[in-house]
């Protein structure tokens, strides 16, 4: 009977360190605007070359901006859709990726970015200039 329930501790153990350690950043993610709280597009977060990169897939119907009108480079004047609004983002010790940048596309405004999760389908995106204390942050949904 002892070794059933230590065989059943260790399974339980080896589950929950596996839940734990694969929940990822990377997939996609419904994003909700903070001051109306309604859903606006889904951006897939993706890895390349080590850093993490977030593109629109998707804009729903209360998107109130579909052009990235004002943005920098490449993306001025286009389709949200398959454009990169985040980028550049290198991960930390502690989980958090940071030291990248979000553009806000009403605006074409761009911020420093951090992104970490809440849980395993809660994403805390948080743009701010200079300082992590001067900025806003919202929470994106994952995308089932």
């Not at 059933?4 to 589950?15: D, G, Q, R, S, Y």
């Not at 985040?86 to 553009?103: F, K, N, P, R, T």
């Amino acid at each position: 009977m002892k070794k059933i329930k230590n065989l059943v501790l260790l399974l339980a153990m080896a589950f929950f360190a596996q839940m734990s350690f694969g929940q990822t950043v990377l997939g996609v993610w419904k994003t909700i605007d903070d001051e109306t709280g309604e859903p606006k597009s889904h951006v897939k977060i993706y890895k390349k070359d080590g850093k993490v990169f977030g593109r629109v897939v998707k804009l729903l119907p209360k998107a109130t901006t579909t052009t990235c009108d004002g943005c920098p480079g490449d993306k001025n004047g286009k389709s949200l859709l398959d454009v990169d609004i985040l980028w550049d983002l290198e991960a930390d010790d502690d989980g958090v990726w940071d030291d990248g940048e979000i553009v806000d596309p009403a605006n074409g405004k761009v911020y420093r970015c951090k992104i970490s999760l809440e849980n395993a389908d809660k994403l805390k995106v948080r743009g701010y200039i200079g300082f992590s204390l001067f900025g806003r942050t919202q929470i994106w949904h994952r995308v089932k």
